[in-house]
Nanobody
Framework: QVQLVESGGGLVQAGGSLRLSCAAS????????MGWFRQAPGKEREFVAA??????????ADSVKGRFTISRDRDSGKASVYLQMNSLKPEDTAVYYC??????????????WGQGTQVTVSS
């Protein structure tokens, strides 16, 4: 059973920062590719950022490049992934989901999903 649990969401003013965390457990997720997606009200879920199992490769949506940073660590067989979000804008408001997949090439359509955490940016 794979479980992904997000935390760190909340309300922040435009220009502020938040750090999202995702704790993964179950199976051997330490070397899974992991990513963040978001879904704003009335919009489809979209890709935000991803990091490979080794941590050597990252990808970002154009809308967050230079503002968001994804990172990860592996400890005792668990995997954690983080999303540092700086210079937040009202358009970043969304539910943010953590995701994981064993294959880097498939991270855009990940196999496992968390429940999501709300991020609200006020203007």
């Amino acid at each position: 059973q794979v479980q992904l649990v997000e935390s760190g969401g909340g309300l922040v003013q435009a220009g502020g920062s938040l750090r999202l965390s995702c704790a993964a457990s179950g199976r051997t997720l330490s070397f899974y590719s992991m990513g963040w997606f978001r879904q704003a009200p009335g919009k489809e879920r979209e890709f935000v950022a991803a990091i490979s199992g080794s941590g050597s490769s990252t990808q970002y949506a154009d809308s967050v490049k230079g503002r968001f940073t994804i990172s990860r660590d592996r400890d005792s067989g668990k995997a954690s992934v983080y999303l540092q979000m700086n210079s937040l804008k009202p358009e970043d408001t969304a539910v943010y989901y953590c995701a994981a997949d064993p294959r880097w090439a498939e991270i855009a359509t990940p196999r496992y999903w968390g429940q999501g955490t709300q991020v609200t940016v006020s203007s």
